[in-house]
T-cell receptor, first 113, second 114 residues
Framework: ETGVTQTPRHLVMGMTNKKSLKCEQH?????MYWYKQSAKKPLELMFV???????ENNSVPSRFSPECPNSSHLFLHLHTLQPEDSALYLC????????????FGNGTRLTVT | DQQVKQNSPSLSVQEGRISILNCDYT??????FLWYKKYPAEGPTFLIS?????DKNEDGRFTVFLNKSAKHLSLHIVPSQPGDSAVYFC?????????????FGQGTELSVKP
């Protein structure tokens, strides 16, 4: 399997639930990212990891908790979310954190009820 | 304050004709620009990029033009094909180690009619 794989593709959760999104990249890249896409809005950067170290937290609320155990895997742990957190969550990777294109997964469509 | 803007939410073009998608930016420190294509239920796919030292980059049917003085870039698709129907995002990044911290536009939905 190649590219960037995200699971699950769809997730419905209540506001008191705890769930996790998973991302795996098979491209040998060193940097991984979480982006959020809400309806009719640009993609918003949430977190950046470079060589497993978090290098960017774009003022994301603490109910979103990222984890990067190694350069190939990235998780987004979700806890006590709000309905307005419903969105498409996209994982991406790149060769490094410099000017190299991002490769995106197909995203997880999250609905918070 | 939106630093990257795609002012046309949608564009409809006849098959075989040229599609021109536009993007404006406000930050003069941006030096790397990319276009992504997104089909429904899929993640964005990298299409073409250009650095600020160039004013044109071509890859097959796709050409990106950069006008730094106007802070404007455009994507030309010639000839347009029905399979090009998708949402197109432009993105920009700043000087140095910020390539991954792309700033995206809102997207333009292109529809190519047979």
């Amino acid at each position: 399997e190649t590219g960037v794989t995200q699971t699950p593709r769809h997730l419905v959760m209540g506001m008191t639930n705890k769930k996790s999104l998973k991302c795996e990249q098979h491209l040998g890249h060193n940097a991984m990212y979480w982006y959020k896409q809400s309806a009719k809005k640009p993609l918003e950067l949430m977190f950046v990891y470079n060589f497993k170290e978090q290098t960017e937290n774009n003022s994301v609320p603490s109910r979103f908790s990222p984890e990067c155990p190694n350069s190939s895997h990235l998780f987004l742990h979700l806890h006590t979310l709000q309905p307005e957190d419903s969105a498409l969550y996209l994982c991406a990777s790149s060769q490094d954190e410099g000017n190299s294109p991002l490769h995106f997964g197909n995203g997880t469509r999250l609905t918070v009820t | 304050d939106q630093q990257v803007k795609q002012n046309s939410p949608s564009l409809s073009v006849q098959e075989g004709r040229i599609s021109i998608l536009n993007c404006d930016y406000t930050n003069s420190m941006f030096d790397y620009f990319l276009w992504y294509k997104k089909y429904p239920a899929e993640g964005p796919t990298f299409l073409i990029s250009i650095s600020s030292i160039k004013d044109k980059n071509e890859d097959g049917r796709f050409t990106v033009f950069l006008n730094k003085s106007a802070k404007h870039l455009s994507l030309h698709i010639v000839p347009s094909q029905p399979g090009d129907s998708a949402v197109y995002f432009c993105a920009a990044s700043g000087v140095g180690n910020q390539g991954g911290k792309l700033i995206f536009g809102q997207g333009t939905e292109l529809s190519v009619k047979p």
